[in-house]
């Protein structure tokens, strides 16, 4: 039985506890012992609604040990792995700590604010021989997961173009979402996807050209638009603005066009759509990537295997992009170069 302890119940944090108690209930060797927060409210089931609908099992936070101290728990709780859903200039300090227990680590995307917190991270993970993968969900989600079959098959010939996008309101469910240097703002928290999606479809690019935005005072960047340069000239940007406010709501997508086709994602799902043929809605899982990423690293770690799927080398590379998206961004466009 792997025994998890979950730090941080903020949105994502009950996320993750909610799908925990699915696969609990699905029968997966898993018990989530004990939770962490320094907020007793929210150690009581008290969280803000994120930008996502993720479900609600109707759980009782009774049946968890409870701690406002992560080394308290680490030190009364036989623990296999524990799941940190912290703020994001948190993820390097925590996780080293966790790691240096001797537990399994996941921890919520962006892997940290700096390259150099990454490396302290990979490095912890390394000397104590435990496992550490960051929770970069659209590695997980069907749609994306689709694309990055199709084009590793070549299905539709050569990627010749892509878009990708994320836009919604100012995140009102932590205050430190809105102070650059504790989040890195939009482009650090919420154009992290797109990134890290560019990252693991295309590999690293040779150069990035940002522009960006502050709108929301103190926040960093919060409206972004970068071009990513490819040695095969393809041409791919990537867009994410939380400034979206009224009804808009949230919403993400891609288009990914081939020599023989496109693929297209948005609210209305995931479409094909072949140049010398009928577009069709391919059949993909109705899963979120939150529910099959905690799914995928639990029975990774219960079978004693190695991750994968979003390996720590690889999501620091994603933070590398980062780094020099906002290097550009700080000089109006100009291209940086990631060799």
């Known amino acids: 039985m792997l025994?998890?302890?979950l730090i941080g119940l903020g949105f994502m944090g009950r996320t993750h506890l909610e799908n925990y108690a699915r696969l609990e209930a699905e029968g997966v060797a898993i018990q989530v012992v004990a939770l962490c927060d320094v907020d007793p409210?929210?150690?009581?089931g008290?969280?803000?609604a994120g930008n996502i609908d993720t479900g609600d099992s109707g759980l009782d936070f009774n049946r968890y040990a409870k701690y406002t101290s992560v080394a308290e728990m680490l030190e009364k709780e036989q623990l296999d792995m524990v799941d940190i859903t912290l703020p994001t200039f948190l993820h390097k300090e925590i996780s080293v700590q966790c790691l240096n227990a001797g537990v399994h680590v996941l921890c919520e995307k962006p892997m940290a604010g700096s390259v150099e917190e990454c490396e302290a991270m990979i490095a912890?993970?390394?000397?104590?021989?435990k496992q550490l993968m960051i929770g970069q969900c659209l590695r997980f989600w069907?749609?994306?997961v689709y694309l990055k079959d199709v084009i590793e098959k070549g299905t539709y010939g050569k990627v010749t173009s892509g878009f990708f996008y994320r836009g919604g309101a100012t995140p009102t469910w932590g205050p430190w979402l809105i102070d650059k240097s504790k989040s890195g703002g939009a482009l650090l928290d919420m154009h992290v996807h797109d990134i890290d999606m560019i990252n693991w479809l295309f590999d690293k690019p040779e150069a990035v050209s940002t522009l960006a935005r502050n709108v929301v005072p103190g926040s960093g960047?919060?409206?972004v638009s970068t071009n990513y340069l490819y040695p095969d000239g393809k041409v791919i940007n990537a867009q994410a603005d939380w400034t979206l406010e009224g009804?808009?709501?949230f919403d993400m997508q891609f288009r990914v066009n081939f020599?023989?086709?496109?693929l297209i994602f948005n609210a209305d799902g995931l479409k094909v759509n072949e140049n010398a043929g009928s577009g069709f809605k391919p059949d993909i899982s109705p899963e979120m990537g939150y529910y099959l990423e905690l799914k995928y690293f639990v029975e990774t770690l219960i079978a004693g295997g190695t991750v994968t799927t979003a390996t720590p080398a690889s999501t620091q590379a994603t933070i590398e992009i980062v780094v020099a998206e906002m290097a550009s961004a700080d000089q109006k466009g100009a291209w940086v170069s990631l060799n």
């Open 259 to 262: 020599e023989k086709g496109n």
């Open 41 to 44: 409210e929210k150690l009581e």
């Open 247 to 249: 009804d808009y709501g």
């Open 3 to 5: 025994k998890i302890g």
């Open 124 to 129: 912890a993970a390394e000397a104590n021989g």
């Open 221 to 223: 960047y919060d409206i």
């Open 142 to 144: 069907p749609a994306y």
């Open 46 to 48: 008290k969280a803000q």
